[in-house]
């Protein structure tokens, strides 16, 4: 659990800031739902040298093998809890990096992911622990076949 911990949190940090980069870089390019087909256009070609831009799609990358990384090994029902983790980065870096306002009771939303998060975490390592009577019969099989 340990090196799903330590590349989750890894792949969230990654996309977070790819996710902050994103963000900046297009509400610097402009309002895309304002502009015709042609302003939108130049917008793109704009984003594409744009270093927020790029450097947060890098991010995103990142983030994604990262990821697939973590599927190779863990389980799905506990792996996607984890990138829950996102909202709480996020809401902080937006706060004190984009300015943004976070309310009270989107904080308390927050806090129960990471309750449910936590949970989810638990579970996990519960449900890979083995009872005595499992650990028994383990040995007992292992001893009668002689491995």
Not at 25 to 46: F, P, Q
Not at 125 to 134: C, I, L, R, S
Request: net charge neutral; hydrophobic share 55%.
């Amino acid at each position: 659990m340990l090196k799903t911990m330590v590349l989750m949190i890894l792949a969230v940090t990654a996309g977070t800031v790819g996710d902050l980069l994103l963000a900046k870089g297009m509400k610097e390019l402009g309002d895309l739902s304002t502009m015709n087909l042609r302003g939108i256009m130049e917008v793109a070609l704009r984003a594409m040298t744009e270093w927020k831009i790029v450097v947060g799609t890098a991010m995103l990358a990142l983030f994604f093998f990262l990821w697939l990384a973590v599927l190779s090994w863990e389980d799905l029902s506990v792996a996607l809890p984890l990138q829950a983790l996102n909202y709480v980065l996020v809401a902080l870096l937006a706060k004190y990096l984009l300015h943004e306002q976070v309310s009270p009771l989107r904080w308390a939303g927050i806090a129960l992911v990471c309750v449910g998060v936590m949970l989810i975490t638990k579970s996990s390592t519960a449900d890979k622990q083995k009872t005595p009577a499992e650990v028994a019969v383990t040995i007992r099989s292992q001893s009668e076949t002689g491995g």
